[in-house]
C-alpha cells in the first residue's frame, strides 16, 4: 500500500464523522505528518473537538483533552512529583500533555504561564519537571482551540508562540446540505463512538518518515522564500513571516505533497498551505485594519504578486 | 500614495532628458532645411510629454494638440496670432487639397502648410513613442543609439557640426538609459525604491557619466584621419577612376547651342555667398531655341554702363507694395566666373570703386571692366529686395492683357522643327486655366506627375532632324534641368505666354563659417537652368519646372483670392530641396566614360526614390502584419521543427515552453503569480478536455521533481501538436 492510500484511509474514516470538512482534516493530517501543530480558530460548536477525537480514533493513538481555565497551573498540564511513602520517593505523574494526540481547549483562556508551559512542551517534544526531564512518546500532535468572539477575561496568544504552530486554521460553518446530512447520522446513534482506527502508529511514523524523503527542488525553495521575503516588504504588514515560517512551510508542503501522492514539492502545494503557515505570522499595520483589509486578503495579494517558477533556475 | 509621487519626480527627470535628445533631432533638421521656428517645435514636444506627465485623457491631449498645430502652421504662414474664419478656411481647404494630393501621390506638390502640418504629426509620434519607452517599456536605448547614429551621420555627411551635440547626447543619453535601467531592476524584481535609495543609486551613474565626459572634453582631440569619407567612397566605388575620367562636368559654361547628353557632377566650390536666405543666383537669360539648345547672343548689343552702388534699371513691375526689406548679399569669388551672378530683385551692386559695370538689356549679363578690358571680379556686395507676387494680381492675369506696344516677338518665337504634338500639349494642360499665372503653373506641374524622372546621365543629344524638346516629352522623359526648363519654354511659346531661358546657379548648401555666420556654399554643381515667364502686368516672373527643385518666388497670399485655390503652390517659406542641383555643359560627342555602377545605382535610387518609399513602407507593412499574427503561422513551423526530434525531456521541455508562448499569443494570459495546473486548469476550460493538464503534469514532474525518464513522448508529442493547432485558429 503507498502512502497516498493509506492517508486517504484515514480521511476516509474521518470523513464517516465530520462531514464536508475534508480540508480542515487534510490540512491537520498535514501538520501531523510534518511534526507540527494546528491552532483552531473557530466559534463554539462547529466541531473543533470531533475533528481532533475523529483523527486520534482513526489512528489508533492516545487522546487527551485539555480544557484550559483561567485558574489552571502548569503542572496540571505537565504533571507533579507525588511524594510515595512506600518507596519513600519522590514519584512523577505526567499530566495530560504526555499522549499522542492532545486538545488544548480553548488555550487563550489560561493564563500565560500555563500557555507558555504547553507551548514549551510542544516545541520541546517533552517534559520537564523538578529537573526530570521525561520525552512525550512520539506521534505528539497538539491542536489547540481558541474562540475569537471572547475576549474578556483572555489572554491571546503572543505572536512568539503563535509562531509555534505550523497551522492556523478556520474550521467555518458547514454547508446546509452537509449540516443536514449531519444531523440523519446523528438520529441514531452518536458516529464517533463506532470509529475503529484504520492504521497503527507504526504506519504513522512511517508515514512521517517519508515526508522527509518528498523532494523539494531549489526552484520551489526559492519560491517560499520570495513568497516569505514579500511578507517582510508588503506595504501593509507590520511583521513579516519569519525564517521558522519559511521552513514551517516547507516541511508542510513535503507532507501535502505526500499525501497527494507526489514525491516532490510543486508551486501549487506552496500556494495553497502559504495562507495556513503564513496567516498567523504576520502582523498586519493599523491602517490595514482601519481600511479593513485582512491577514487572508494580503497573503492572497502577495501570492498573486510573487511569480511562480515555471523553469528550473538554480539557486546557488 | 508614496509611489506615485516618487514617479512622478522621476518622470519628470526623465522626460527632460528625452527632451534634450529629442531637441538633438530637430537641431541639424532646422539647420539644414532653413527652417525657422524651432520653439513652435520645441514647445509642442514639450506639451506633449507634459500631457503624458500630467497623464491627461486623450480626449483633452487630442484636441489640445491638435489646435496647437493649427496655430503654428497658422501662426507661420499667415503671420496672425489669432484665427479669422477666413483663415480658417484657408487652411481647410489647403489640407483637403494636399490630402488629394497624397492619394494621387504627388509628392512635391504639397503645400508647405501642409508639410509643416505632417511634420508635426511626425513629431507626435515621436513623442508617443518615447513616452512607450520610458513608461512602458523603461528601455530606451534604441532611440539613444539611433540618435548618436542620426547625429554622427548628419556630422559626418553635411555642412551640420556636431561638437557640442555628441556632448550633450552622450551625458542626458547615458543618464536617461541608466535611470530607466534601475528603475527596470526595481521593478523586475519587485522592489520599490524610495526616492531617497533611487537618487543613492543612481548618484554612481551620475558620477560616471560627468567624470567621463569631463576626461573626454579634458582630453586632447586628435585630428580626423578621415576628414570626409564621402569622395574617398566614391573613389572606392569608381575603381579609382576619379572624378576627371569623362569630359563633360557640371558647372557654368555660357555656350548652350547644343544640349543633352550625360555629364558628372563637379563639387568645385564656385562662389560662396553670404545672404541671410536661399536665392537663386541668375547670370543671363537666353530667348532664341534652335531645336538643339539655345542660340549665343549676338556680339553686340544694347548695354548700359554703369558705376559701383548705382542703381540698377530694372523691368520688374511687380514690386508695387512691396514691404520687404532691402537685403544684401555678399559673394566671395572662387573659381573663375565671367559674369556677375545676382539674385532676383537685385537694386545696386557694391565693389571696388575703379570698376565699371556693364549690363545688357537682352541677356541680363552683368560683367565688370576696368579701363575698357573686363576683368573678373572676386568678390562684390549686392543689396536686394526679394520680389513678392501678390497672388490677387497674379490670378487677374489674363492672355489679354499683353501690352500691344511691347515687342514680345523674340520670347515668343519658335523654330520650324517644333512639331505640332508640343502645340496640342501645351494647349490641353492649359486649356483649363484661366489666368496666364495659372496657365503657367500648369505646365511648371505637369513634369511632376506625368512620369518625367530626373536624370544626369541617361540623356540623349538629338539626331539630326530631331528636336531636343520634343525628344524630351515625348521620348525619353527622362533628363536634368535643361530638358525641363527647354521644354517648358517652348510650351508656354506654344500657348503665346512670352517666355525666356535663364542660366544661373541654385543657393546651394549652407554652412556655418568660423563666425557663426550663415554661408551658401555653391559650386558647379549647383549650376542650373530654370524659366521666367512674361505676366501682363506683374512683368518677368521665374518658374521652376525641374522636378526635385522648388520654385523660390515669394508669393504673398491674399486670402480672399486664394480660397479657391486648391492648388496653393510654394509659399514664401523656404523649404527643404533636394541635394543634386546640377546643369551641365555637356558636350556631346566625347562620351566615352559612361556612367559607372555606382552612378547607375545612384541615379536609379533618386529617379526612384518615391517609389522605393513606398516599396519600404509596403514591405514594413507586411512584416509588422506576419508578425502581428504569428499566432496565426507560429504553430505550423513549430511543429514543423520537432517533427524530427527524438522524444525525450529535452525536447518536451522545448515544446512545453513554445506552446506556454503560443498560447499567450493566442491571448490565454498567464499572470505571473499564477501557477502552471492553475493555468492548465484555464487554458483545459477554453478548448475543453484535459490535455493542457496532462502535459503540464508531466512537465511538473520534470521541472519540480525531477522525474525525466519515462514518459510516453509519442503520445505527450500528440496531444502537443493537437493543442498548438487548436491555438492557431
Redesign the interface.
Known sequence: MTHAQTIDKVLANIDKVMIGKRNIAELSLTALLAGGHVLLEDVPGVGKTMMVKSLAKSIGASFKRIQFTPDLLPSDVLGVSIYNPRDMEFEFRPGPIVGNIVLADEINRTSPKTQSALLESMEESSVTVDGETLRIPQPFFVMATQNPIEYEGTYSLPEAQLDRFLFKLKMGYPERLAEVEMLQRAEKAVPIEQLEPVITLEELRELQQGVSNVNVDDTIKKYIVDCAAETRTNPYVYLGVSPRGSLALMKACQAFALMRGRDYVTPDDVKYLAPFAFGHRIILKPEAKYEGITTEEIMDRILTKVNVPIERIRVR | MKETKMDRKLLIILYSLAFVLLREWLLPVMALTDTNYLGLFMVFIGLSFLTSLLSFKWWITLPVKILYIFWAVHFVFLNLIFFTRDSLSLLMTDIMSNLSILETGDWEGITNPFRTILFFVLLWMTTYLIRHWIEVRRSILLFYVMTVVFIAFIDTFSPYSAENAIFRIMVSGLLLVGLLYILRLSEKH??PLKTGVYAAISLPLLFVVVASSAFASIIPEKDPAWPDPVPFFKSVVQGGQGLGTMTATSGYDPDDSVLGGPFTPDHTVVFEAKVPSKQYWKIETKSTYTSKGWEKHPAESEKQSFSPGDPIAEDQTSLDGNESEQVSASLQIIESLPYVAYPYGAAKINTRPDIVLNRRFDSEQIWATKNGSELELDSYEIEFVEPKYSMKALRATSMDDYDASIDFSPYLQLPEQVPDRVRELANSITENEESVYDKAKAIERYFRNNGFTYDQQNVPVPREGEDYVDQFLFDTKRGYCDNFSSSMVVLLRSVDIPARWVKGFAPGESKLNDKRERIYEVTNNEAHSWVEAYLPGIGWMPFEPTIGFTNMAGIDYDIETSLDDPQSPEMQEKEREEKEKQTPAAKPENNSGGPTGFQKAFAWVKSNVWTLVFVVLVLTGITWRIYFIRHKWMPKLLIRMHQKTSGDWETFDKQY?SL?RQLDRFGIKR????????YALKVDRHFGGRRMRDLTAVY??G?????IETHNWPVLQEIWEDLIIRSAG
Request: net charge neutral.
Open positions: 519587485h522592489r515552453k506556454l499572470s505571473g503569480g499564477m501557477t502552471l495546473s492553475e511538473e514532474q521541472v519540480y521533481g525531477g522525474h
